[in-house]
Nanobody, 116 residues
Framework: QVPLVESGGDLVQPGGSLRLSCASS????????MGWYRQGPGKKRELVAA???????TYADSVKGRFTISRDSAKNTLYLQMNNLKPEDTATYYC??????????WGQGTQVTVSS
């Protein structure tokens, strides 16, 4: 397993911004897609945003227009820029990398709390 380490989570006021990072300590071959998931208190883990190797992105309806997923392949790093944060964005955020064949890597999560 290649460890993924998320960072950037914090306590922020509504309307604020955060940028999450997910760094891989090793090289993952045959990546198919990368994504950010979140799990709020008492909720199931849900997909927030994903990006494939062609750069195509997809977002949950709840974050469209506010969040942007990006990657820096040279740095083996995945990002999630989150703007106009809302209390309902409060969750633990996890990065995930899907690789061929049928490999899935997860980070340990980073906490985002949106509260005044």
């Amino acid at each position: 397993q290649v460890p993924l380490v998320e960072s950037g989570g914090d306590l922020v006021q509504p309307g604020g911004s955060l940028r999450l990072s997910c760094a891989s300590s090793g090289i993952i071959f045959s990546i198919v897609a990368m994504g950010w998931y979140r799990q709020g208190p008492g909720k199931k883990r849900e997909l927030v945003a994903a990006i494939n190797t062609d750069g195509m992105t997809t977002y949950a309806d709840s974050v469209k227009g506010r969040f942007t997923i990006s990657r820096d392949s040279a740095k083996n790093t995945l990002y999630l820029q989150m703007n106009n944060l809302k209390p309902e964005d409060t969750a633990t955020y996890y990065c995930n990398i899907q690789a061929f064949p049928a490999r899935s890597y997860w980070g340990q999560g980073t906490q985002v709390t949106v509260s005044s």
